[in-house]
């Protein structure tokens, strides 16, 4: 079992949404992501079972993609808490402009939140009474940072490195370079003293070397063959929105695909798109051989 600081309570979720990590000191409470959209409320439980009478004081986001920062609107009702976005995005979320914060663009979705300071690379956060360093984590999305406590030796990695991976790359879908920057964010946390890993998904992990080794290899294997990326990509957004709805038609796959610009950007690196139907079918078989999603006629079922 993994020991963390007394002042630390990891929550791991399942997918929709993205670990949480709750900070409890003597002078403010704070929350680093905060979940998927549909899964707010549950986040806000979690929340209030561990705080009790205290109020959230800080949720600080290391991205703002759906499943790390859909909790944040509610939590912003509830606590009235000062919220930390990366700098980067923040005209974004100022002007909420909901394709520059690629919600519209993986057909997912996002109550609209404020945000009250930012956080950038070479910033640094008191944090249950640590001291965390803010690292720049670029590949899986432009403005993605890392947190990492050199006390504790402790990284919070969202979703630049799993024990088993990382997150899609998505900048690649659009053209933009995004394999150059996931090997650099690997070789930055090859040269950190790291004895714990909280990612982003999955559980917390010790073994940060293999689980470089493995990110390492699987990031060639995306770089040798684009489509591969894109493909799989494609299979993520397909499940995700699968788990979020339950079940949709074909049809309503296929529309999603054709206005959801990161599904359509993947899908057309893997064939034109008078064969974007195909494309879909080949991936939604795929997925249900290997009991990701089901099917029954036209209807596409989560597992």
């Not at 290391?62 to 990366?86: E, F, K």
């Not at 024990?163 to 933009?176: A, D, S, T």
């Not at 057309?268 to 051989?289: F, G, W």
Request: with cysteine.
């Amino acid at each position: 079992m993994i020991r963390f600081p007394a002042s630390m309570r990891v929550f791991e979720r399942g997918w929709l949404s993205s670990n949480n990590v709750l900070f409890i000191d003597d002078e403010r409470t704070a929350l680093v992501d905060s979940g998927y959209a549909s899964h707010a409320a549950q986040t806000r439980t979690l929340v209030q079972h561990a705080l009790g009478a205290r109020p959230l004081d800080l949720v600080v986001n290391t991205h703002l993609h759906s499943d790390h920062c859909g909790g944040n609107a509610l939590l912003q009702r509830a606590y009235d808490c000062d919220t930390l976005i990366p700098a980067s995005e923040a005209n974004a979320v100022r002007n909420w402009d909901e394709d520059a914060l690629t919600f519209r663009a993986t057909g997912q979705s996002c109550e609209r939140f404020d945000f009250t300071g930012t956080i950038e690379p070479g910033s640094s956060l008191r944090l249950g009474g640590l001291d965390w360093s803010v690292l720049g984590a670029p590949g899986h999305d432009p403005h993605s940072l890392m947190l990492y406590c050199a006390e504790e030796r402790v990284l919070i990695s969202a979703d630049a490195l799993w024990e088993k991976g990382f997150g899609v790359i998505f900048p690649e879908l659009e053209g933009e370079s995004g394999f150059a920057e996931q090997r650099a964010v690997l070789d930055l946390i090859a040269t950190l003293d790291v004895r714990a890993v909280i990612p982003g998904h999955g559980a917390p992990f010790t073994d940060v070397s293999h689980a470089l080794e493995v990110a390492s290899s699987r990031l060639d294997y995306l770089r040798a063959d684009p489509a591969r990326n894109a493909k799989n990509a494609l299979k993520v957004l397909i499940v995700f929105k699968l788990m979020e709805v339950r079940s949709m038609s074909f049809d309503a796959l296929r529309h999603m695909t054709d206005s959801a610009r990161a599904m359509r950007s993947a899908a057309d690196l893997l064939a034109t798109s008078s064969k974007r139907s195909a494309v879909l079918k080949q991936c939604v078989d795929e997925l249900a051989r290997s009991g990701a999603v089901r099917v029954d006629g036209e209807t596409l079922l989560a597992a």
